[in-house]
């Protein structure tokens, strides 16, 4: 069975430090990759996708980056966090595009 | 453009009741697929159900049923017998192929024992 798995689960980080969160999947090959932030109490904003390894697709323009170094991780980073990067962020994988989604369990990130 | 909308932002149940959650969506799109998330205090994002648009026949899973309306672009979640552990927030979302899923902005579903 497939399995993701994303760390930390909670993070607390000072305005201007880097950032790395890490998510895998397990029991899948050339998957999807998907990170989303989700603002508290709002819906999901995509902010990027991978289809292939090196594949890095950004949807919003903003200080966070992605790479998928392997076939099953994805990492999203960022060089210096903002205060408005707190948030939410969920890690996703599908198939292909266009068939469900199955979600990591998220690491909660807040910026002081 | 596709746009999902969920006009309930709040909805509450008596436990072993039924409930139905409403979702209406737009798109240009032929071929699009549907989704209900589920999204308790975990915050852990759950496949509740999945519908096919080109099928004419609703999906269900166990309680959890729906009621794809296509002419009218609409696509509600009926839970059935609610447990406790049914209280979360719900998103409707529908994607047609490509990488963008479209979501709803979600109804928050309390159970009341």
């Known amino acids: 069975s497939q399995t993701i798995h994303q760390w930390p689960a909670t993070l607390v980080q000072p305005v201007g430090s880097p950032l790395s969160l890490e998510c895998t999947v397990e029991g899948t090959s050339n998957p999807n990759l998907y990170w989303y932030r989700q603002a508290a109490g709002r819906g999901l904003q995509l902010l990027f996708y991978?289809?292939?390894?090196?594949?890095i697709s950004s949807e919003v323009p903003q200080n966070l980056s992605a790479s998928r170094p392997q076939d099953r991780q994805f990492i999203l980073s960022s060089k210096k966090l903002l205060l408005s990067d707190s948030g939410f962020y969920l890690c996703?994988?599908?198939?292909?595009?266009?068939?469900?989604?199955?979600f990591g369990p998220g690491t909660r990130l807040t910026v002081t | 453009a596709q746009t999902v909308t969920q006009s309930q932002p709040e909805m509450s149940v008596q436990e072993a009741e039924t409930v139905t959650l409403s979702c209406t969506y737009d798109t240009s799109e032929s071929d699009y697929y549907l989704f209900w998330y589920k999204q308790p205090p975990s915050r852990q994002m759950i496949l509740v159900i999945r519908?096919?648009?080109?099928?004419?026949q609703n999906a269900t899973e166990n309680r959890f049923s729906v009621n794809f309306q296509k002419a009218a672009k609409s696509f509600s979640l009926k839970i059935s017998d609610s447990q406790l552990g049914d209280a979360a927030m719900y998103f409707c979302l529908t994607t047609s192929g490509t990488y963008k899923y479209i979501f709803g902005t979600g109804t928050r579903l309390k159970v009341l024992a």
């Open positions: 991978s289809v292939g390894i090196g594949q």
């Open positions: 519908q096919e648009a080109y099928k004419q």
């Open positions: 996703a994988w599908s198939v292909l595009s266009g068939f469900e989604q199955y």
